[in-house]
């Protein structure tokens, strides 16, 4: 019985709620997952007493914060490499080729690297 409950644990809430990506290959799902955490906004309110995947899913808006090109755009490729790493595990590094920033929207060039293949992908937020 044991046995049982933690194979039914075992899936992830997303993989639980979102059978859409079943008949996707790895790196299909993994540009899927990071277009998801790119595109969610984190949560900026106050700080939760505990730290939250909830709350802390998603990259900070670029536009409010970031617009401006140079070093704020530097710091913005980092928190985007930071974020990815943390909700996409599959992944072993990230790196920002470019990135562009407009009033309404934004854009990045990234190279993502699985364990065996690289994906380079264009993604919009």
């Known amino acids: 019985m044991f046995l049982l409950v933690f194979i039914m644990v075992a899936k ?10 079943a008949h996707l290959s790895l790196q299909e799902s993994v540009c899927h997952q990071v277009q998801r955490i790119i595109s969610t906004r984190m ?6 007493v505990f730290d939250s995947w909830v709350t802390g899913f998603g990259v900070p808006e670029i536009v409010e914060e970031y617009a401006n090109a140079g070093n704020d755009h530097d710091e913005y490729r980092e928190i985007l490499r930071q974020k990815i790493l943390e909700f996409e595990p599959r992944l072993t590094d990230v790196k920002v080729k470019s990135l562009n920033s407009y009033t309404d929207r934004a854009n990045c060039q990234l190279v993502l690297q699985l364990a065996e293949c690289e994906i380079e992908e264009q993604f919009f937020f």
């Open 43 to 48: 949560y900026l309110g106050l700080k939760p």
């Open 12 to 21: 992830t809430l997303l993989e639980k709620l979102d059978t859409s990506c």
